[in-house]
């Protein structure tokens, strides 16, 4: 007997798409999940978008409030793809009003917004799930795995990249993402916590940080209408861009690891450039976005010279198999986000957690509050978990 879970998505979006369509896959993947995710209520503020996306994806209900999906006793979990300064306000509520939550990072602007979502769920005994889906490859689960075997010897140091040009162009709309007080710390939320998740995920707690901040793009012209995405905006009136646009940091890990993270959300000629480098005492290992099913591995006992060979992963990895039957065939983005619902839906089902947690966030949200007190200070500053 399967059980019916009425959910809901808040903020219909690109990643609100996401999210619908993971869960209209999930089964198709793993069919012997207890739950089956049935699409109850959609909740959009923007004028006619939640009616489309219900005549389109199949949800019961559309509302521009999302106070009335808290309310509806038919809806049992829900996604928080809203924007970043909607996460607190509404990752609280939905807690408290008994719902479980998959919620976008960075989860709110600051360590304190994401530390009150996770102490809400804590409290309303409900399953808190978040967006860091980059974990959810399975050749980053595999680079894990050699890592934790002691097979590249002991880790010396990382080198994480995520670099993007979808704030790029001269003409990108002054969205809430470019404003401190609705977007929060730029690209810091945007793309280094996934950064930083990465490298808890991968080496483990990161103890000390110092962190250097820019802003290329200062003025930008503000949209004349509703916006998704990274849209375009020519001939608004300009105003001040007021959050960052890269961050550069150095990283100094429990384990005694050093690091290298660096985000930029204007680098022109790059697209998704996302990965990393881990190198240890006996070898190392590579990993990047745009080949994600694949690692650069080195191993052996050669030390110098050694070479690097590439691993393709297979049904034996992480979740491939749900996918894939053999190896080099390829894994998505979208993908990923289904082996993000499956998680999500297996917590619910079990009462245990799977996969990224609130208490995940609450870590990249501390790796991130202590970027930004360096990069004002100018000197080294402790992570705080």
Not at 31 to 41: D, G, I, N, Y
Not at 244 to 267: H, I, K, M, Q, T
Not at 285 to 309: C, I, K
């Amino acid at each position: 007997m399967v059980d019916a879970l009425g959910v809901a998505v808040v903020g219909f979006g690109w990643m609100g798409r996401v999210h619908t369509q993971a869960y209209a896959r999930v089964r198709h993947h793993y069919p012997r999940l207890a739950l089956r995710p049935e699409l109850v209520v959609v909740a959009e503020e923007v004028p006619g978008r939640a009616e489309e996306a219900a005549d389109r994806f199949g949800f019961t209900a559309a509302t521009r409030d999302w106070r009335e999906v808290a309310a509806d006793p038919r809806v049992g979990a829900v996604s928080i793809t809203a924007p970043n300064f909607l996460h607190r306000e509404i990752g609280v509520a939905m807690a408290e009003a008994g719902k479980h939550i998959w919620i976008e990072k960075p989860v709110g602007l600051t360590v304190g917004d994401a530390r009150a979502v996770a102490d809400a769920v804590t409290a309303a005994g409900v399953q808190g799930a978040v967006g860091f889906n980059y974990r959810n490859a399975p050749a980053v689960e595999t680079a894990r795995d050699l890592i934790a075997s002691g097979e590249l010897g002991a880790i010396t140091h990382v080198r994480i990249r995520l670099f993007s040009d979808y704030a790029a162009h001269p003409d990108g709309a002054l969205t809430w993402r470019y404003e401190r007080e609705r977007g929060g710390s730029g690209v810091l939320g945007d793309l280094a916590s996934h950064g930083a998740d990465l490298a808890l995920f991968l080496l483990g707690d990161i103890t000390a940080l110092t962190a250097d901040t820019a802003l290329f793009v200062p003025e930008r012209a503000r949209p004349t209408g509703a916006t998704a995405g990274h849209a375009r905006a020519v001939g608004g009136v300009l105003g001040p861009v007021e959050n960052e646009d890269y961050v550069s940091c150095l990283l100094r890990f429990a384990s005694g690891a050093r690091g290298v993270l660096e985000a930029c959300r204007v680098s022109v000629g790059e697209q998704n450039n996302y990965g990393f480098e881990v190198h240890g005492t006996k070898g190392s290992v590579f990993w990047d976005f745009r080949r994600m099913n694949e690692l650069g591995v080195s191993r052996g006992t050669a030390y110098q010279d050694q070479p690097v060979s590439t691993v393709y992963v297979g049904p034996g990895d992480g979740e491939f198999g749900a996918f894939q039957p053999g190896a080099a065939n390829a894994m998505g983005y979208d993908d990923l986000k289904v082996v993000e619902a499956y998680r999500f839906l297996r917590s619910v089902a079990e009462g245990a957690p799977h996969g990224a947690t609130l208490a995940d966030a609450v870590r990249s949200a501390s790796v991130l509050d202590a970027m930004t007190r360096s990069a004002r200070s100018g000197v080294w500053a402790d992570v705080h978990p």
